[in-house]
């Protein structure tokens, strides 16, 4: 079991940046990849970035590629730091790891095994 606790949401104005982190506990030798998902209020959740254990090897989806850097060993520690923000971007941001298993991308978030409770961002145009 990996626990996973994120922070650093808040609101901004379009433009702006901010720095998500995520830590993580409890089986984190068995993690083989953590990533950043979003979510808003009747939409599936979205896979924004992802990264291998050891940080090395990282995903980006298409929206946020050259916006948003994931950061961090991708085992006890993910960071991502989130530039030009949108209005688009508005949304709760999960911290997310797949543990005891061998997937690693930013496509399927069924894949991922465990979750954190979120950390709003909100950005105002």
């Known amino acids: 079991q990996v626990h996973l606790v994120e922070s650093g949401g808040g609101s901004v104005q379009a433009g702006g940046s901010l720095r998500l982190s995520c830590t993580a506990s409890?089986?984190?030798?068995?993690?083989?990849?953590m990533g950043w998902f979003r979510q808003t209020p009747g939409k599936e959740r979205e896979g924004v970035a992802a990264a291998r254990r050891g940080g090395a090897t990282k995903f980006y989806a298409d929206s946020v590629k050259g916006r948003f850097t994931i950061g961090g060993d991708a085992k006890t520690t993910l960071y991502l730091q989130i530039d030009s923000l949108r209005p688009e971007d508005t949304a709760m941001y999960y911290c997310?790891?797949?543990?005891?298993?061998?997937?690693?991308?930013?496509?399927?978030?069924?894949?991922?095994?465990?979750w954190g409770q979120g950390t709003q961002v909100n950005v105002s145009s």
């Open positions: 997310a790891a797949v543990v005891w298993d061998t997937y690693c991308d930013t496509a399927a978030s069924e894949r991922y095994n465990s």
């Open positions: 409890g089986e984190t030798t068995k993690t083989w990849c």
